[in-house]
């Protein structure tokens, strides 16, 4: 007996969100808003700061949104140019937006494509020379005497299988004697470059001397307006913090690891343990410049720098081995090193690596995007073998979204990975605390930020808790949570099918928890690992489900009579799949009215075998029913390399008084909220699937985005209206119908009648 056809034995009404049978295709029809717009904070602008005739929008004001062919995209400079989508266009659009997000300089300033008279010192001769982006002083004509910045930018390289090293300066000299070339013919005002392809990225200052221009590198540009780079400025005050722009976060912690894999010569694994050990190092440098006012120590100033890039700094190398001694001390308490955990990274790793990162302020940088980089990086590195695979995040979110989890609520994860659901949770909980306005300047993000980050440590603290049984994940997941909160949570490597018996070394330290013991947890989210061919067999453990379960355990065998009928029998089942157990595991661990999110293949819902009509039995038995949303396969697909089709189930326990209700007036009859999402935005290769016209046009929406701007060594705040591609993604939709369902609905559900 399948799903669907149980929930009507038993009386529910199961109603169906409208995403199925291609109603899905909602967000064809009627244009959805689905990404987060940042609106104005109402606060006075600088002098100086608006557009032409007082307005804070740009001059160029874009008309209603137009359909893009499949090679198109909206220029984010321009903001009204239509180009064609290469593989240079992509990186050039992608720094065209880091320039805006990470360094404050205004859209208005910067020219695409713009020429230049490039001398070829051999002929005599001048060609015309394009630099991919120019930037302009503020405020000025835009000319050779007014240009700043230039940057160059390439169609990313072809993917390898083999170890590629990361190149030094010396070693990209070919490629940079272009950018070079551009800002000599720019003239004497033009002192500061960038060249990257996707893959390398480097920074270059012009220096005049009596003879001749020098150039030479620099391990990132100054924000805004500003000319010189300045090694410990946004390190050393809160009121200059620079949040990371998630792409170039992504690109730095990738560009990190595959230095330490390809120039070190460490494996992958490895290498992941490697890098961590820095990034902590850079994390505690950061707390204690925040709250001790130390100077910072993490760190590459210019004379640091050797432009050979082979030998690095024995003093950037000194400083950080120094960092992640106090480190260790700093979290013996949580144990999360040991004496394996040694820096062996060389001078010219821990320079190349404390370049990458030191412009950052981790502390700064909103924590979804922190997490997506570390989740990146994990995803690749930590997979493991025994069934175990990550949830993607568009899955984490909606589950997150959909159970609510409240500030006083412990959340749980038995099966936790690398944390993305408590990653999630703590996001979740953060976006509510924080002010709905969402652009501010430094110094009001300075006052906002540090009540916010002690809040949601002191919850990380007491309401989030993780375990795993791979050691790894488990450090990982802790690791992950230390870096959104500087506390490393509560994770534990341990049997979560066995708890509170096993062997692992974190089974003693879980069962001293009070808020993690069977029947105890508020919300638990979980991806269990599962498959027929990691079934689990131990007799004294499932013995121990049999006597728990009161009818429709997982762990007893069953069969059918004639009719079809389920017969429990009073044989014990030698071995059950994963998926099973911890279906019943879930239920033991929430208290009654405590709420379950968990991942299952769809053929424990729908497959005929006793052995998972007993399991959906079980569920209706011990739980109320609030909503089952099926997925495709690009969910799993893209970001997990598993091609399986899989359900979200949300359930809520049942109180004791419920479950005798029922024994006395029969099975309630309540609605049941169901989805089937056909879109997740990406296809099965990862390429992005948007919303097209019935002709097959990809369809625009118009948005806002506030950005906070350098202009004169001021933060000026400044709006725009955008344009982009509409992702097809029936997920933030799906959640949205959900809550609908809940407003018109809760009057109805059992659960809320007695509360």
């Known amino acids: 007996m399948g799903w669907e056809e149980l929930l009507l034995s038993w009386g529910l009404q199961h109603t169906r969100a409208p995403f199925t ?13 689905m990404a987060d717009e940042q ?5 006075p602008l600088p002098e100086g700061s608006r557009g032409k005739g007082g307005s804070t929008e740009r001059s160029d004001q874009i008309g209603p949104p137009r359909r893009l062919g499949d090679d198109e995209t909206i220029d984010y400079i321009s903001n009204k140019d239509v180009v064609k989508l290469t593989e240079a266009e992509v990186v050039r659009q992608r720094i065209a937006k880091v320039l805006v997000h990470q360094y404050g300089i205004n859209p ?12 070829n010192a051999e002929t005599g001769r001048t060609s015309r020379r394009r630099a991919s982006i120019a930037i302009f002083e503020p405020g000025k004509p835009k000319s050779p005497e007014t240009l700043k910045r230039i940057v160059v930018t390439k169609a990313r390289p072809k993917g390898s299988r083999t170890v590629t090293k990361i190149r030094t300066y010396a070693q990209a000299d070919a490629q940079l004697a272009e950018l070079r070339e551009l800002m000599l013919a720019a003239g004497p005002s033009c002192t500061l470059g960038m060249w990257t392809d996707d893959k390398d990225l480097y920074f270059v200052e012009r220096k005049d001397t009596r003879f001749e221009p020098v150039f030479h590198p620099l391990p990132n540009w100054p924000s805004g307006d500003a000319e010189e780079f300045d090694a410990t400025r946004d390190a050393s005050s809160l009121a200059e913090m620079r949040h990371a722009d998630e792409y170039m976060l992504r690109f730095a912690f990738r560009r990190c690891h595959n230095f330490i894999h390809g120039n070190e010569g ?13 990034l902590f190092a850079k994390i505690h440098d950061e707390r204690l410049v925040r709250e001790n006012g130390r100077t910072p120590r993490f760190r590459v100033g210019i004379e640091d720098l050797d432009p050979e890039g082979h030998t690095g700094s024995p003093a950037v190398a000194a400083r950080i081995k120094e960092l992640f001694e106090e480190v260790r001390k700093f979290y013996a308490d949580q144990l999360l090193f040991d004496h394996r955990d040694e820096l062996t990274l060389s001078p010219a790793a821990l320079t190349f690596i404390t370049g990458e990162l030191a412009p950052f302020n981790l502390y700064a940088t909103p924590i979804d995007a922190k997490g997506v980089a570390y989740q990146e990086l ?46 999630e949770t703590l996001n979740h909980l953060l976006d509510q605390w924080k002010p709905k306005n969402g652009t501010f300047t430094s110094q009001q993000y300075a006052q906002i930020l540090p009540p916010l980050r002690k809040k949601l440590a002191d919850y990380a603290r007491g309401h989030i808790f993780g375990a795993d049984f791979d050691p790894f994940l488990r450090r990982a997941t802790a690791m992950s949570v230390m870096m959104l909160t500087d506390v490393a949570g509560n994770a534990f490597q341990m049997d979560s099918i066995a708890f509170p018996d096993g062997h692992l070394p974190g089974n003693e330290e879980a069962r001293k928890v009070p808020e993690i013991q069977l029947g105890n947890v508020d ?13 689990f067999s131990e007799a004294a453990i499932l013995g121990k489900y049999r006597a728990r379960a009161r009818k429709w355990g997982v762990a007893w065998s069953y069969s059918r009579e004639k009719d079809g009928t389920l017969k429990p029998s009073t044989v014990p089942a030698s071995a059950v799949a994963p998926e099973q157990l911890f279906v019943q595991r879930a239920i033991e661990w929430v208290k009654p009215g405590g709420r379950i999110g968990i991942v299952l293949p769809n053929g424990i819902l729908s497959n005929p075998g006793p052995s998972d009509e007993a399991a959906r039995r079980l569920i209706l038995q011990e739980c109320w029913v609030m909503a089952s949303i099926e997925l495709p396969v690009e969910t799993f697909i893209v970001e997990a390399n598993v091609n399986i089709l899989t359900t979200l189930l949300f359930l809520r326990r049942k109180t004791e008084q419920e479950k005798q209700e029922e024994g006395m007036y029969g099975a309630a009859d309540y609605p049941v909220f169901m989805a089937v999402a056909e879109k997740v935005g990406v296809d099965r290769r990862g390429n992005p699937v948007l919303v097209r016209s019935p002709e097959g046009d990809v369809i625009t929406e118009e948005y806002e985005e506030t950005e906070v701007l350098r202009i004169g060594q001021r933060e000026v705040l400044r709006t725009f209206k955008r344009q982009r591609p509409i992702v097809d993604n029936d997920l933030p939709k799906i959640a949205e119908e959900y809550h609908e369902f809940v407003k018109r609905h809760e009057h109805e559900f059992p659960w809320k009648a007695r509360t």
Request: proline residues 8%.
């Open 266 to 278: 460490l494996p992958k694994d490895a290498a992941f343990w490697q890098f961590l050990y820095v």
């Open 108 to 119: 208005d300033d910067m020219v695409r494509d713009y020429v230049l008279q490039v001398p």
């Open 523 to 535: 919300v638990l989210m979980t991806n269990p690992p599962f498959g027929a061919d990691i079934p």
């Open 378 to 423: 994990v995803g690749d590195n930590l997979r493991g073998d025994r069934g175990q695979y990550f949830t993607p995040t568009g899955a984490v979110r909606l589950m997150v979204d959909i159970l609510d989890p409240k500030e006083h609520e412990t959340v749980f994860d038995p099966c936790c990975g690398t944390g993305g659901f408590l990653r």
């Open 39 to 43: 609106l104005d904070l109402g606060i």
């Open 21 to 33: 049978a291609g109603a899905a295709k909602v967000g064809m029809e009627q244009t959805v808003h």
